[in-house]
């Protein structure tokens, strides 16, 4: 079982609706998640960190099930903007490298 | 204050010569990371350094492949010998400490002919 699993999408929505994302990860001791975006050909940057009484900023809300072991984000009213790559990642220690999911795609149409 | 700083952006190789890729870390961040892209592909740790010191090579490959953060300097990612395989975006990012996330810079992107 891969450490974080991510539906590769494409996730294709039209301008305003809403899409969510969810990822899976196999080690119960991980400690730290967060959401990052990449956009074609550029370096991944921080969306934000998955706190576990979830998280808002904006429009994007992050929420984390270690019962589960998943995490998801929300995305409420879809910009051209968004279209992108986001990567679930896990930090399973303190002292550890993260490690990141594939991604999953999402493209938002106008 | 500058981010992450890679150089060069992109680098051009042929087969069998060695490859260099630097990595100067955001001021005040102590930890360097290096992660490698393959196109369409996710990215894989490759090394974890502070400075002159390796804390994990665990996804470096035993070959051809060496890593070093000197106490002043940037970080040296260094390919000997390169192969088309090592064709990819080579990702160096920088932290205070894991769980603050990392902060990534623009990638060197290898191109070996």
């Known amino acids: 079982r891969k450490e974080v699993e991510q539906d590769p999408g494409p996730f294709n929505v039209p301008e305003g609706a809403t899409v969510a994302f969810n990822c899976t990860y196999s080690?119960?001791?991980?400690?730290?998640f967060f959401w990052y975006r990449q956009d074609c050909r550029k370096e991944p940057k921080l969306l934000m960190s998955?706190?576990?009484s979830g998280n808002e900023d904006g429009r994007f809300t992050a929420q984390l099930n270690r019962a589960s072991q998943y995490i998801s984000l929300l995305i409420r009213d879809s910009k051209l903007s968004d279209s992108a790559t986001y990567l679930c990642?896990?930090?399973?220690?303190?002292?550890?490298?993260?490690?990141f999911g594939k991604g999953t795609r999402l493209s938002v149409i106008a | 204050n500058a981010g992450v700083m890679q150089n060069p952006r992109h680098l051009v190789r042929r087969r069998g010569q060695e490859a260099r890729l630097r990595c100067s870390p955001m001021?005040?961040?102590?930890?360097v990371y290096w992660y490698r892209q393959l196109p369409e592909e996710g990215l894989k740790f490759m090394v974890y350094?502070?400075?002159?010191?390796?804390?994990?090579e665990s996804g470096m490959p035993k070959e051809r492949f060496s890593a070093e953060f000197p106490k002043e300097g940037p970080s040296i990612l260094r390919i000997q010998q390169v192969v088309r395989g090592d064709s990819a975006a080579y990702f160096c990012?920088?932290?205070?400490?894991?769980?603050?996330?990392?902060?990534f810079g623009s990638g060197t992107r290898l191109t070996v002919v």
């Open positions: 990012a920088s932290s205070t400490g894991a769980d603050y996330g990392y902060t």
């Open positions: 080690n119960s001791a991980s400690q730290s």
């Open positions: 998955v706190y576990s």
């Open positions: 990642v896990v930090n399973i220690a303190g002292n550890t490298p993260l490690v």
């Open positions: 001021k005040g961040h102590s930890h």
């Open positions: 350094l502070q400075k002159e010191n390796i804390i994990d």
